[in-house]
C-alpha cells in the first residue's frame, strides 16, 4: 500500500539520520504528506508516533555502539542524537532496563536471564492466556511473550512468560490496558564476537484492557520484522551479546520448533504483514463486561 511505502521510507530517514536533529516537518517531507497526515498515518501503520520511534531507533542504535565499538557512552550520547548524558542515560536504563555502563559490561561478559521483581499476590489479577501461532520451518527458538504498557517492547514487562516448549503461554496483570508482544530468539547462531542479535520472529496481540481479575484470550502470530516495526529495546541473553547455546538446546539440524510441535502450536498463519497495532487494530478485549 501506498502509505506504508511512504511510512517505510521515513522510517529508513531515521536509521540513516539518528544522529540528526530529525523534525516532525522534516520525516513528514520523506513520506510526501503534511505534518498532521503524516503523524496519523504513521500511528496507523506502526502503532505508535514518529517521535517514540525515532526515540527507538536511536536506543537500539546506542546498544550497537556500546557493544561493538569502545567508544564512551559520552560520546555514544552525541552519536545518537542527545545532547545530555544525564537524559540519555535515564531513558537508555527505562528503557533496556540497565544502565549503559552495566550494559555493555553484561553484554560482552555474558546477560543474565531475564528477571522480574518480585511478584505480587495473585489475588486479584486478571490472567491473559493464549496460544503461539508459527509460520513454517522456523527452526529451534526460545519464545519470551510479555505484557507492556506502551506498544514499544521496552523496560521490563509488567508479566513475561518464556517459552520453550509447546503449551498456552499465561500473564498475570494488574486492571489496565496492555499490549501482549512476543519475541522468538535463536537458539544456535555461529556469529563469533558480542554484538545485538535481531530476533527471529516477532508476534503481537490484541491490547487488552484488564480488570477485575477476569480472564482473557490473545493469541499471537509470530512473523518476521519489517522495516515497520519497532526494535526490541529489552535486554534478552540471546539478543545482546556474547553467542550462548542454553543447555537444553535442540540438536542443530533439528526440524521445527525446539519443544513446540508442529501441531497445535504451528497453527494457521495468517499475520498481518505490516503489524498493525494502531487504532483500527488496538480493541481492546473485554470478556464479559457489560
Not at 542504535?61 to 550520547?77: G, N, P
Not at 544525564?86 to 531513558?91: D, E, L, N
Not at 491473559?128 to 519464545?143: E, I, Q, S, T
Not at 534478552?236 to 526440524?255: C, N
Request: charged fraction near 20%; include cysteine; proline fraction near 8%.
Amino acid at each position: 500500500m501506498a502509505a506504508e511505502v511512504a511510512i517505510e521510507r521515513s522510517i529508513r530517514a531515521m536509521w540513516n539520520h539518528h544522529a540528526d536533529p530529525l523534525s516532525l516537518g522534516q520525516l513528514a517531507d520523506t513520506a510526501f504528506y503534511s505534518k498532521f497526515h503524516y503523524s496519523r498515518m504513521f500511528n496507523e501503520v506502526t502503532g505508535t508516533s514518529p517521535g517514540r520511534f525515532l526515540a527507538a531507533v536511536r536506543l537500539f542504535m546506542a546498544k550497537r555502539h556500546l557493544l561493538e565499538s569502545a567508544a564512551s557512552v559520552s560520546d555514544i550520547t552525541h552519536r545518537v542524537g542527545y545532547n545530555s548524558l544525564g537524559t540519555f542515560t535515564s531513558r537508555f536504563t527505562r528503557s533496556v532496563g540497565i544502565a549503559p555502563t552495566r550494559y555493555r559490561f553484561l553484554a560482552r561478559c555474558g546477560m543474565p536471564p531475564l528477571t522480574l521483581p518480585a511478584a505480587q499476590a495473585r489475588h486479584g489479577l486478571s490472567t491473559v492466556a493464549g496460544r503461539l501461532h508459527f509460520p513454517a520451518d522456523v527452526g529451534p527458538v526460545r519464545v519470551y511473550v510479555g505484557a507492556f504498557s506502551t506498544p514499544i517492547m521496552e523496560g521490563l514487562p509488567r508479566s513475561c512468560d518464556i517459552l520453550d516448549e509447546c503449551r498456552p503461554f499465561r500473564l498475570n496483570v494488574p486492571d489496565g490496558l496492555w499490549f501482549i508482544r512476543a519475541a522468538a530468539v535463536m537458539l544456535h547462531d555461529g556469529a563469533p564476537g558480542p554484538q545485538v542479535r535481531l530476533p527471529r520472529l516477532i508476534g503481537s496481540g490484541w491490547a487488552v484492557r484488564a480488570r477485575g481479575g477476569r480472564m482473557y484470550n490473545a493469541d499471537v502470530q509470530l512473523r518476521a520484522a519489517t522495516q515497520l516495526d519497532l526494535p526490541i529495546l529489552l535486554a534478552l541473553p540471546e539478543l545482546d551479546g556474547p553467542y550462548h547455546r542454553p543447555l537444553h538446546a535442540a540438536p542443530s539440524g533439528e526440524a521445527g520448533v525446539a519443544g513446540f510441535g508442529r501441531g497445535a502450536c504451528e497453527g494457521d498463519w495468517q499475520a498481518d504483514p505490516w503489524g498493525r497495532a494502531g487504532a483500527h487494530r488496538l480493541r481492546a478485549v473485554q470478556e464479559g463486561s457489560p
